[in-house]
């Protein structure tokens, strides 16, 4: 993110930096991806117009739906990286589906609710014995299947 709004000739601004968009090359080096909603501004320019906002909810900043929280810049990249940051750490969705208004949950509210309250961001999932043998259960059909399918791969093609 920092090549596309400091090492370019022109400023990349992406305004849709989400989970989605971050794929991993074959050395695990996250690439950025998806710059269908991306502009293109001066390195000078500091300040960009849009006449709509872009984005994906969770991830958008505030000053891209309402100009009440300042001007909108190369920062609202950053905004989106820091709530794909917060998910990671906590290990939990920035919108909750479950949630009819989601008006009603604002994910950086959480965060800091936990935080002053000293409780810990990641959320902890006790697993039964039941889901845990499921899960291993689960794991060793798929080796079984991959081990299966290598098998029936080789057989196909005459030894050389």
Same mark, same amino acid.
């Given at each position: 993110?920092?090549?596309?709004?400091?090492?370019?000739?022109?400023? %990349?601004?992406?305004?849709?930096?989400?989970?989605?968009? %971050?794929?991993?090359?074959?050395?695990?080096?996250?690439?950025?991806?998806?710059?269908?909603?991306?502009?293109?501004? $001066?390195?000078?320019?500091? %300040?960009?117009?849009?006449?709509? $906002?872009?984005?994906?909810?969770?991830?958008?900043?505030?000053?891209?739906?309402?100009?009440?929280?300042?001007?909108?810049?190369?920062?609202?990249?950053?905004?989106?990286?820091?709530?794909?940051?917060?998910?990671?750490?906590?290990?939990?969705?920035?919108?909750?589906?479950? %949630?009819?208004?989601?008006?009603?949950? =604002?994910?950086?509210?959480?965060? =800091?609710?936990?935080?002053?309250?000293?409780?810990?961001?990641?959320?902890?999932?006790?697993?039964?014995?039941?889901?845990?043998?499921?899960?291993?259960?689960?794991?060793?059909?798929?080796?079984?299947?991959?081990?299966?399918? $290598?098998?029936?791969?080789?057989?196909?093609?005459?030894?050389?």
């Amino acid at each position: 993110m920092e090549y596309l709004h400091q090492g370019c000739n022109q400023r %990349i601004l992406h305004f849709d930096i989400k989970p989605h968009n %971050i794929l991993l090359d074959y050395s695990f080096n996250p690439k950025i991806s998806d710059f269908g909603l991306a502009k293109l501004c $001066a390195r000078d320019q500091s %300040i960009v117009t849009l006449t709509a $906002a872009r984005g994906t909810m969770g991830y958008i900043a505030p000053e891209l739906y309402s100009r009440n929280f300042g001007a909108i810049s190369y920062k609202s990249d950053v905004y989106s990286f820091g709530m794909l940051v917060l998910e990671m750490v906590s290990g939990r969705r920035n919108s909750d589906p479950t %949630i009819e208004d989601q008006n009603e949950f =604002y994910f950086p509210e959480w965060i =800091y609710e936990r935080v002053i309250n000293g409780q810990d961001l990641v959320l902890t999932t006790e697993a039964t014995q039941g889901q845990k043998e499921m899960k291993r259960t689960t794991k060793v059909a798929e080796q079984n299947e991959g081990v299966t399918k $290598a098998a029936s791969f080789r057989t196909r093609f005459p030894t050389v």
